[in-house]
């Protein structure tokens, strides 16, 4: 787990798609549950 941070935190300015990822990820959350909980998803 830490080193996926590590590596997404790398990747950031590299890439600008990277920067949309977190907002994606939770939209997908979102519209399979219903909702977002905050320790789950965050």
């Known amino acids: 787990m830490v080193a996926a941070l590590a590596l997404f935190g790398l990747s950031l300015p590299c890439k600008?798609?990277?920067?949309s990822l977190p907002a994606a990820l939770l939209v997908v959350f979102?519209?399979?549950r219903g909702r977002l909980e905050w320790r789950r998803d965050f």
């Open 16 to 19: 600008t798609g990277t920067v």
């Open 30 to 32: 979102w519209w399979k």
